[in-house]
């Protein structure tokens, strides 16, 4: 029983400790700190960069967002309150980064670039290549809302906040999104 009782205390040190640890480095990085500025881009780097590969599809043009997005919260460390999740923010920032790059391309792009390989495929690849292709056709505004939502697994107020739309617009958004599929896969 003891064993087990310092087991769950060291695990919730460990949370503790992670949890200040970045606190920690917050207060470094809005000093300038570039060591403080690195553990936070590490700790952050794959799911900013993942959010931008599902976003624009190509991994190159996914891999420089991620840099503008670190870039831009380097230059703006100052004018940052951190008054949220910095998760939130660096996703703001990948967002609007995403939307600039995809109005600047002006063209469809996959959700991933395998979907264009003509490979022998197994049924569930088939299966999620479709399911990509319908959320690709769906209104950007849904996608972006299905995607972040089912993708990311953000909660609908953290997509509210992320897109600067009130929580019955993400609310209407996704359920129009989901009878979308639904439509087109019935068809």
């Not at 599902?54 to 991994?59: C, D, E, H, K, P």
């Not at 996959?110 to 390989?117: A, C, G, S, V």
């Not at 399911?131 to 056709?137: A, K, N, P, V």
């Amino acid at each position: 029983m003891l064993q087990a009782a310092t087991t769950i205390r060291t695990v919730s040190n460990m949370t503790v400790d992670s949890s200040d640890r970045l606190d920690a480095a917050m207060d470094g990085f809005k000093q300038g700190d570039p060591d403080c500025f690195q553990e936070m881009v590490e700790h952050h780097q794959q799911s900013i960069a993942t959010f931008c590969l599902r976003y624009v599809g190509s991994a190159d043009a996914a891999c420089d967002l991620t840099q503008e997005v670190f870039l831009t919260l380097w230059r703006e460390r100052k004018r940052y309150r951190h008054r949220g999740k910095l998760k939130s923010f660096l996703l703001t920032i990948a967002r609007n980064r995403c939307l600039a790059h995809l109005k600047r391309e002006r063209k469809v792009v996959p959700l991933r670039p395998e979907m264009d390989r003509r490979t022998a495929e197994s049924d569930s690849e088939l299966l999620g290549r479709d399911l990509r292709h319908s959320i690709h056709r769906l209104q950007p505004d849904f996608a972006e809302v299905l995607i972040l939502r089912y993708l990311e697994d953000m909660d609908l107020q953290e997509i509210a906040e992320l897109t600067e739309q009130p929580l019955g617009t993400v609310k209407s958004r996704l359920h129009r999104a989901l009878e979308q599929l639904r439509r087109d896969w019935h068809d």
